[in-house]
Structure formats: structure tokens, C-alpha cells
């Protein structure tokens, strides 16, 4: 459940930082593993701004359904969210 969750994240978090630096913050957010359809629009999102690039060059991009789901599988870890994205 959500509270197991954040009973957990609180714990790395003590055994991971010294007290004097979890003072300083003021509030933990944690997050959710993203859903397909967010990293599908993050997808979208930086073919957009790949296509916007090109666009000065004018070339143009056709990427279809199969390539921009490798991009959605390949893109995205667990751990770092979509940053791996910006590597492919």
C-alpha cells in the first residue's frame, strides 16, 4: 500500500542522510513508476523537439508505431524514469 511505501522510503532515507541534513528539508515527495501512456507522451515529446531540430535542416522524420514503442520500452527505467530517453 501507499503507506508501506512511505514507511519504506523513510527508512532509506534515515539510514541514507545524517540527521542534521533531513532538518534542512522541508517535505519528501515520492513518486510512482510512470504509466505506458505518460511515457508514450514523453515519446511524442522529444520526437516533437528531434522534428523541431530537423526542421532548420529540413529533413524530415517518419517514425512509426513499432520504433516509438523500442523508444517508450528502451527509453524508461524504473530508477531514473525517462532520462535514459534523452541517450537513445
Given amino acids: ?7 519504506d522510503g523513510m527508512e532509506v532515507i534515515s539510514k541514507t542522510f ?13 513518486f510512482s513508476d510512470l504509466q505506458i501512456d505518460t511515457i508514450t507522451h514523453v515519446v511524442d515529446k522529444f520526437l516533437t523537439e528531434l522534428q523541431a531540430q530537423l526542421d532548420e535542416k529540413h529533413v524530415v522524420l517518419h517514425v512509426d508505431d513499432d520504433a516509438k514503442a523500442w523508444l517508450a520500452e528502451q527509453g524508461y527505467d524504473v530508477t531514473m524514469g525517462a532520462r535514459p530517453m534523452a541517450r537513445l
Fill in 1 to 7: 500500500s501507499e503507506q508501506d511505501h512511505s514507511t
Fill in 18 to 30: 545524517t540527521p542534521e541534513f533531513r532538518n534542512r528539508l522541508d517535505g519528501i515527495i515520492q
